[in-house]
Nanobody, 122 residues
Framework: QVRLVESGGGLVQAGGSLRLSCVAS??????YGWFRQAPGKEREFVTA????????RYADSVKGRFTISRDAARNTVYLQMNSLKPEEPAVYYC?????????????????WGQGTQVTVSS
């Protein structure tokens, strides 16, 4: 059974850091993405990685603050978030696809996790 399980969300002060994890089980995926969705808003692309081809992509709003990485041995993808802003609270979702390509488009992904809540206090 293919599963993606996120963890690491929580409450952090503005300017603080969090590291989210996404453990994949059931298969090896070629690419992963992180998206977020705030109440009443569309799901928004954050970052993606296509590890076989060494490609990463970031939303302009997170460049220089967020970093995506992958641990092959643990089949886990991480999202390191630094300098979090008060406008960034959301449910953060991990997504995976079997094709190579760090896509920013949600429909390009085949599997999704259940999400982890990130709350930023000002």
């Amino acid at each position: 059974q293919v599963r993606l399980v996120e963890s690491g969300g929580g409450l952090v002060q503005a300017g603080g850091s969090l590291r989210l994890s996404c453990v994949a089980s059931g298969r090896i995926f070629s690419s992963y993405g992180w998206f977020r969705q705030a109440p009443g808003k569309e799901r928004e692309f954050v970052t993606a990685i296509a590890w076989r081809i060494g490609s990463t992509r970031y939303a302009d709003s997170v460049k220089g603050r967020f970093t995506i990485s992958r641990d092959a041995a643990r089949n886990t993808v991480y999202l390191q978030m630094n300098s979090l802003k008060p406008e960034e609270p959301a449910v953060y979702y991990c997504a995976a696809r079997t094709w190579d390509g760090a896509s920013s488009i949600p429909k390009d992904y085949d599997y999704w996790g259940q999400g982890t809540q990130v709350t930023v206090s000002s």
